[in-house]
């Protein structure tokens, strides 16, 4: 018979078991362990009970709405001589004469989720609730990551660098994470029990989160409101009065605290590098290694065919629904896929901004990233769309007033460039394209492209045309300054041209949508040589595009050259992002938890008249309380110096990224970060 215990206080034993599953930063006021590894709570006893060793005890461990054994969602075991490693087991040990010390290790393919554990005499007695999270220390589970330094960056680490900007001018943004952070780790599974899938079959639900693919599809759909109560409402029409610009979140917690604050209503509002950030925060925090991927030329293909085809009218207007995004975001999940064959493991892209459905849902993948630089897609989930991202040809044809379409261009090395995350243990920029394709040109990439199945694919032995355009720029194009640009035009034929130039500057937001035209040339015509050039030159005034540009400071230059006799055309387009003014950082003295310390700040006014309401704000994982410290310093003058002081106090010893950001009616956007080593 079973022997039953009267127990009079459960030690869950939070600090030491938190600190040995790495869960320490999320507090030690609850248990939160990570699945096929154990962890050990000790049974005080009332007096007068005893526990003897050989005595049979039942433990019940729960999860979801509705428990069930064939669902892995409930499972009864009892005390064994040895720890299993592929099932739910516990031992137990005698430090005292009234305390009894259960080692409880789960299965490494255990369901992740809010757990009851229940010591089963009868009635059965609570011994307490815990938090099962994915364990990538653990050689058993799915996510498991071999290399210490690669979990510390993609599990642990609470801050990050995202990449935008262009390719030859690329961009920092200081993001923090924060999936330690108060109330995280709850918000996060509360995302998923949002989802269509919970709503629709919570049993099921449940026991499928067992598996880090579902997870991750889960993830991909909920980050974006699109169909469901997701965290995020996608906005790129530049009207956001009525809620945030993309532009001014710097954090995931604030965007979760306030989606769930606010009765899980879509926060306004994201853009790309948002929803991965936020997708990055919550699967971390479910103990999924992430990273947040780059990538830039990034093509959106609507149609499913690997071509991004593109029809301008005569003005350079684009008329078609394919599109090439100056850069896009996603992230990348770790993990074994048991669904797909061997060699298909490791890094899997997932993507939650809203652009196509997938089974009828606006998410994206996870794909293997493997698969995609194969070219291999027939594998899960929406591999076809996410190797156009990378990989599409490009045709681009004028479309004239006639109806007519005439092919002016075309590329098979434009899409997918410089595949940006930031590296382990440092700030600098890795560059993973290796990882999703072969170098471009070479007969492994275009072996990959036939591999695809592409039926329209072009033809790389087409002749040059004779006369080329390209656009050259200056070195000096920050924000607020007047500079010129160029339109090189040369006749590489034997024959004498006879020529119209067009070229002409337009706003243009980071997705490739076009704003307001803020520069124009006459109309030119050229003559020009044979195997000579001639050149226009553009000038770009700040009273014109201060007016027209975007928060992502973008301008698109297109050069349109028609020859008057032949009637062909040229076309050369390059987008440009104007560089922006630096924040300066000083710290005096050492850093260490619980001490206040003021920074200084310090930027300059680059635009030629003044700045209204200007506020710093700074921020950065467990060195606040949460929420941005706020200092406003009114207004700036044209060309002058601003400065701020700044208090906090830090709140965890380590290295941490503090980070800071500045923000006016006219200049915004504006970020600067430095690591601290924050002392005990």
């Given at each position: 018979?079973?022997?039953?215990?009267?127990?009079?206080?459960?030690?869950?034993?939070?600090?030491?078991n938190?600190?040995?599953?790495?869960?320490?930063?999320?507090g030690?006021?609850?248990?939160?362990?990570?699945?096929g590894?154990?962890?050990?709570i000790?049974?005080?006893?009332?007096?007068?009970?005893?526990?003897?060793?050989?005595?049979?005890?039942?433990?019940?461990?729960?999860?979801?709405?509705?428990?069930?054994?064939?669902?892995?969602?409930?499972?009864?075991?009892?005390?064994?001589?040895?720890?299993?490693?592929?099932?739910?087991?516990?031992?137990?040990?005698?430090?005292?004469?009234?305390?009894?010390?259960?080692?409880?290790?789960?299965?490494?393919?255990?369901?992740?989720?809010?757990?009851?554990?229940?010591?089963?005499?009868?009635?059965?007695?609570?011994?307490?609730?815990?938090?099962?999270?994915?364990?990538?220390?653990?050689?058993?589970?799915?996510?498991?990551?071999?290399?210490?330094?690669?979990?510390?960056?993609?599990?642990?680490?609470?801050?990050?660098?995202?990449?935008?900007?262009?390719?030859?001018?690329?961009?920092?943004?200081?993001?923090?994470?924060?999936?330690?952070?108060?109330?995280?780790?709850?918000?996060?599974?509360?995302?998923?029990?949002?989802?269509?899938?919970?709503?629709?079959?919570?049993?099921q639900?449940?026991?499928?989160?067992?598996?880090?693919?579902?997870?991750?599809?889960?993830?991909?759909?909920?980050?974006?409101?699109?169909?469901?109560?997701?965290?995020?409402?996608?906005?790129?029409?530049?009207?956001?009065?009525?809620?945030?610009?993309?532009?001014?979140?710097?954090?995931?917690?604030?965007i979760?605290?306030?989606?769930?604050?606010?009765?899980?209503?879509?926060?306004?509002?994201?853009?790309c590098?948002?929803?991965?950030?936020?997708?990055?925060?919550?699967?971390?925090?479910?103990?999924?290694?992430?990273?947040?991927?780059?990538?830039?030329?990034?093509?959106?293909?609507?149609?499913?065919?690997?071509?991004?085809?593109?029809?301008?009218?005569?003005?350079?207007?684009?008329?078609?629904?394919?599109?090439?995004?100056?850069?896009?975001?996603?992230?990348?999940?770790?993990?074994?896929?048991?669904d797909?064959?061997?060699?298909?493991?490791?890094?899997?892209?997932?993507?939650?901004?809203?652009?196509?459905?997938?089974?009828?849902?606006?998410?994206?993948?996870?794909?293997?990233?493997?698969?995609?630089?194969?070219?291999?897609?027939?594998?899960?989930?929406?591999?076809?769309?996410?190797?156009?991202?990378?990989?599409?040809?490009?045709?681009?044809?004028?479309?004239?007033?006639?109806?007519?379409?005439?092919?002016?261009?075309?590329?098979?090395?434009?899409?997918?460039?410089?595949?940006?995350?930031?590296?382990?243990g440092?700030?600098?920029?890795e560059?993973?394209?290796h990882?999703?394709?072969?170098?471009?040109g070479?007969?492994?990439?275009?072996?990959?492209?036939?591999?695809a199945?592409?039926?329209?694919?072009?033809?790389?032995?087409?002749?040059?045309?004779?006369?080329?355009?390209?656009?050259?720029?200056?070195?000096?194009?920050?924000?607020?300054?007047?500079?010129?640009?160029?339109?090189?035009?040369?006749?590489?034929?034997?024959?004498?041209?006879?020529?119209?130039?067009?070229?002409?500057a337009?706003?243009?937001?980071y997705?490739?949508?076009?704003?307001?035209?803020?520069?124009?040339?006459?109309?030119?015509?050229?003559?020009?040589?044979?195997?000579?050039?001639?050149?226009?030159?553009l000038?770009?005034?700040?009273?014109?595009?201060?007016?027209?540009?975007?928060?992502?400071?973008?301008?698109?230059?297109?050069?349109?050259?028609?020859?008057?006799?032949?009637?062909?055309?040229?076309?050369?387009?390059?987008?440009?992002?104007?560089?922006?003014?630096?924040?300066?950082?000083?710290?005096?003295?050492?850093?260490?938890?619980?001490?206040?310390?003021?920074?200084?700040?310090?930027?300059?006014?680059p635009?030629?008249?003044?700045?209204?309401n200007?506020?710093?704000?700074?921020?950065?994982?467990?060195?606040t309380?949460?929420?941005?410290?706020?200092?406003?310093?009114?207004?700036?003058?044209?060309?002058?110096?601003?400065?701020?002081?700044?208090?906090?106090?830090?709140?965890?010893?380590?290295?941490?990224?503090?980070?800071?950001?500045?923000?006016?009616?006219?200049?915004?956007?504006?970020?600067?970060?430095?690591?601290?080593v924050?002392?005990?």
């Open positions: 018979m079973d022997q039953v215990l009267e127990i009079d206080r459960v030690d869950l034993a939070c600090a030491v938190n600190a040995e599953h790495h869960t320490e930063l999320n030690a006021t609850r248990l939160i362990v990570r699945r590894q154990p962890f050990t000790n049974l005080h006893l009332q007096p007068g009970t005893h526990f003897h060793q050989g005595t049979n005890i039942n433990l019940i461990a729960t999860t979801g709405p509705e428990p069930s054994e064939d669902a892995d969602t409930a499972v009864k075991f009892g005390l064994s001589k040895f720890m299993s490693k592929t099932r739910w087991s516990a031992t137990a040990a005698l430090p005292s004469e009234n305390t009894v010390s259960l080692t409880v290790c789960s299965n490494p393919n255990a369901p992740i989720g809010l757990y009851q554990l229940t010591l089963d005499q009868g009635s059965g007695v609570s011994l307490g609730q815990f938090v099962l999270l994915f364990n990538p220390w653990c050689t058993r589970d799915s996510v498991y990551l071999a290399n210490e330094a690669e979990r510390q960056e993609y599990v642990l680490s609470q801050d990050g660098l995202i990449y935008r900007g262009k390719p030859k001018r690329i961009t920092v943004l200081p993001w923090t994470f924060g999936q330690f952070e108060p109330d995280m780790l709850d918000i996060c599974l509360t995302v998923l029990s949002k989802s269509l899938q919970h709503l629709q079959n919570p049993a639900d449940c026991s499928d989160r067992r598996s880090p693919v579902y997870v991750t599809r889960v993830l991909s759909a909920m980050i974006n409101s699109q169909d469901d109560k997701g965290v995020l409402v996608g906005n790129w029409s530049g009207k956001y009065e009525d809620g945030v610009r993309p532009t001014a979140w710097k954090d995931s917690c604030s979760l605290r306030q989606w769930y604050h606010q009765d899980c209503i879509g926060v306004e509002y994201g853009q590098w948002v929803f991965s950030a936020v997708a990055c925060t919550v699967s971390r925090a479910l103990g999924i290694p992430c990273r947040v991927v780059t990538n830039y030329e990034s093509a959106h293909d609507t149609n499913s065919n690997l071509l991004v085809e593109c029809y301008y009218d005569e003005f350079a207007e684009n008329l078609g629904d394919d599109s090439i995004w100056n850069f896009h975001v996603w992230v990348e999940s770790w993990m074994t896929r048991p797909l064959k061997l060699s298909y493991e490791g890094w899997q892209a997932s993507d939650s901004t809203p652009q196509e459905t997938s089974d009828g849902i606006y998410c994206c993948g996870p794909v293997p990233v493997r698969a995609i630089k194969e070219g291999d897609l027939t594998v899960k989930y929406d591999a076809p769309f996410v190797y156009a991202e990378v990989n599409a040809d490009v045709v681009e044809y004028v479309t004239l007033r006639d109806g007519r379409h005439v092919k002016i261009d075309s590329s098979t090395t434009e899409v997918g460039q410089c595949i940006s995350t930031k590296a382990v440092n700030d600098e920029r560059d993973i394209t990882l999703y394709k072969y170098p471009e070479s007969e492994e990439e275009r072996l990959v492209f036939e591999k199945n592409h039926q329209n694919r072009l033809i790389q032995n087409e002749e040059d045309p004779g006369v080329h355009v390209k656009i050259k720029l200056t070195p000096d194009m920050m924000v607020g300054t007047d500079f010129d640009v160029y339109a090189r035009v040369k006749n590489n034929t034997d024959a004498p041209k006879n020529c119209h130039l067009m070229f002409y337009q706003a243009v937001s997705n490739g949508k076009l704003g307001e035209t803020c520069g124009l040339t006459e109309l030119t015509e050229m003559n020009v040589k044979p195997t000579e050039g001639d050149k226009a030159t000038r770009l005034k700040y009273s014109e595009y201060g007016k027209a540009i975007t928060q992502d400071r973008m301008i698109k230059l297109v050069a349109l050259l028609v020859d008057i006799e032949t009637k062909e055309f040229y076309k050369a387009t390059k987008t440009i992002m104007l560089d922006s003014p630096s924040i300066t950082i000083t710290v005096p003295g050492e850093a260490n938890v619980g001490q206040p310390l003021v920074v200084t700040v310090l930027l300059v006014n635009l030629p008249e003044a700045l209204e200007c506020v710093f704000s700074l921020h950065g994982a467990n060195l309380d949460g929420a941005p410290i706020i200092k406003e310093v009114g207004a700036v003058g044209p060309e002058e110096i601003t400065t701020a002081e700044l208090e906090f106090t830090p709140k965890a010893s380590g290295i941490r990224k503090l980070v800071i950001d500045f923000h006016s009616d006219k200049l915004s956007n504006i970020q600067g970060y430095r690591n601290l924050i002392g005990e």
